[in-house]
């Protein structure tokens, strides 16, 4: 590990990429996930916003989602892949408060959004009748707010009471991102009473939306499971596969992170683990919800279409 001499108020991220090769390869990686990302999210905003067949309470979530992601990797991307060029690995005490902040802040409004999708899609398949009633545009914009909102709050009372922490120690986060169980190891004060307020918000924002949402999903399964059409079963199979993929792959790493007793957690294991729901997760969704629908699929060619007999 290399060694920094604290000399101000300044954190110093140690990073993601050694500085070897390999450490450059995957620093190139990540360059072209985080431009796929910006590129695929953006597109899907767009898709949604110009197709009139996505103007459905489902695609417009699904936007937000979109949005989401587009912030969430740009929060955490641009900073450390211009701190492996420049050699400049510092970030000041502000700006690692606003990282923390605007990073909780899209993490817990994204859990409360998949909880959002996964009951718009169990409300669809389960009670078609009665969608259009419970998913209004009115419930999807209450939804939407809801979730910025609680996300929100949340990471103001995080962020507020990390940094009232005295850091006495060295201000060296073995983390390419000013994560919160990360940064606690730095603290010079006992923390057990905000250790045990950081597990009941990830029970709060974490186990109990993927509770909720293994239990919709369940649910949804045993009614395709009932259905007479076969074209019916194959779409609300393709849909909520698409869902069940994204919420493993963005909730699992995430409780496994922050539910890690301190004294089994790892700086290495943890920032692999936050490889996935901070850079793959962003690039991932908009590719499976893409790829793997048939009505995106459908609106990419429209849209495609009326720009090329536009331009003729």
């Given at each position: ?305 009326r720009f090329c007999s536009v331009n003729m």
């Amino acid at each position: 590990m290399e060694n920094y001499t604290q000399t101000s108020t300044d954190f110093i991220l140690l990073g993601l990429f050694p500085p070897t090769r390999i450490g450059l390869f995957f620093f190139i990686v990540i360059i072209l996930i985080f431009l796929m990302a910006l590129f695929s999210n953006l597109s899907m905003i767009l898709l949604i916003f110009l197709d009139t067949h996505l103007h459905t309470p489902m695609y417009f979530l699904l936007s937000q989602l979109s949005l989401i992601d587009l912030n969430y990797i740009s929060t955490i991307v641009p900073k450390m892949a211009s701190d492996y060029p420049s050699g400049n690995k510092s970030i000041s005490f502000i700006g690692c408060g606003v990282q923390s902040c605007f990073f909780l802040n899209l993490a817990g409004a994204e859990t409360l959004l998949l909880i959002s999708m996964a009951y718009d899609r169990y409300m669809a398949i389960c009670f078609p009748l009665h969608y259009p009633i419970r998913m209004s545009k009115k419930v999807c914009v209450l939804m939407i707010t809801g979730s910025w909102i609680m996300g929100l709050v949340n990471s103001c009372a995080h962020t507020l009471y990390d940094f009232r922490i005295p850091y006495c120690r060295s201000r060296t986060i073995n983390h390419f991102f000013c994560d919160v169980p990360t940064m606690l190891t730095l603290a010079c004060m006992d923390t057990w009473v905000y250790e045990y307020t950081v597990f009941v918000s990830t029970i709060l924002f974490l186990v109990f939306p993927f509770i909720g949402t293994a239990c919709s999903y369940g649910r949804v399964l045993f009614t395709i499971c009932h259905m007479r059409s076969t074209e019916g079963r194959k779409k609300a199979y393709s849909t909520c596969s698409s869902h069940l993929t994204v919420v493993t792959l963005y909730f699992g790493p995430f409780v496994y992170t922050y539910l890690r007793p301190r004294s089994f957690q790892s700086p290495t294991e943890d920032k692999v683990l936050a490889v996935f729901y901070t850079i793959l997760t962003p690039v991932l969704n908009p590719i499976i919800y893409s790829l793997r629908n048939k009505e995106v699929m459908g609106a990419l060619s429209r849209v495609i279409q009326r720009f090329c007999s536009v331009n003729m």
